[in-house]
């Protein structure tokens, strides 16, 4: 179980969490991660088929490789003009020192066997519970998208051991925050009706 750095209500720990993009180079231990990869186990799964694996990387050398070969794709995609890239994403690609993981200690990766149409909903529930269980125990995370489509290479799979029926569906790196990551407001929630008898 982990346990909480600064104790909080979960109304408190939802409203304070934020996504991290600067990291300490510390490396999270491993009973931490196992509790919050069974925090991830109890978020509800469409019929109850529990579809969700992960993957967990700590090797900085394979986290430096694998964002060299996102940057690569992504920036392949760049040049082949695709519309939601602009120029300041392509001279991102291309830094030598950017790192699309933000130099984090670890990535976990959420996949999923191929068991329904809801598996996907299922391993994004699982990652919320995973980022509360951190935030809570007073670490960083964030979903880091650009990792997806290095993710569903076949290549890169087999050296993560993803078997090839697999599909990674979430990734997100976790570490001890460089700083405190400022606040940002939400809008009110947008109600399009409420029917009640």
Not at 73 to 92: K, V, Y
Not at 138 to 167: F, H, N
Request: hydrophobic share 45%; net charge negative.
């Amino acid at each position: 179980m982990i346990t909480t750095a600064t104790p909080m209500t979960l109304a408190e720990a939802i409203a304070s969490r934020r996504s991290i993009r600067s990291y300490e180079p510390v490396v999270i231990d491993r009973a931490t991660i196992n509790a919050a990869l069974i925090a991830a186990t109890w978020a509800p799964t469409a019929m109850h088929e529990e579809p969700l694996a992960f993957t967990v990387v700590q090797d900085v050398h394979v986290l430096k490789r694998l964002s060299d070969r996102a940057k690569m794709l992504l920036a392949e995609s760049a040049h082949r003009g695709n519309p939601h890239m602009t120029q300041e994403d392509l001279g991102r690609y291309t830094d030598p020192h950017f790192n699309i993981f933000y130099d984090a200690s670890t990535l976990i990766v959420i996949s999923a066997k191929p068991l329904g149409p809801y598996v996907g909903a299922d391993c994004w529930l699982a990652a919320e519970n995973l980022m509360l269980c951190m935030h809570a125990a007073g670490l960083g995370s964030c979903v880091i998208g650009l990792g997806l489509p290095i993710l569903q290479d076949q290549q890169v799979k087999a050296d993560l051991s993803i078997p090839p029926e697999m599909t990674a569906v979430v990734p997100i790196i976790i570490g001890k925050p460089h700083g405190n990551a400022p606040h940002s407001d939400r809008k009110a929630p947008l109600i399009l009706s409420w029917l009640s008898t």
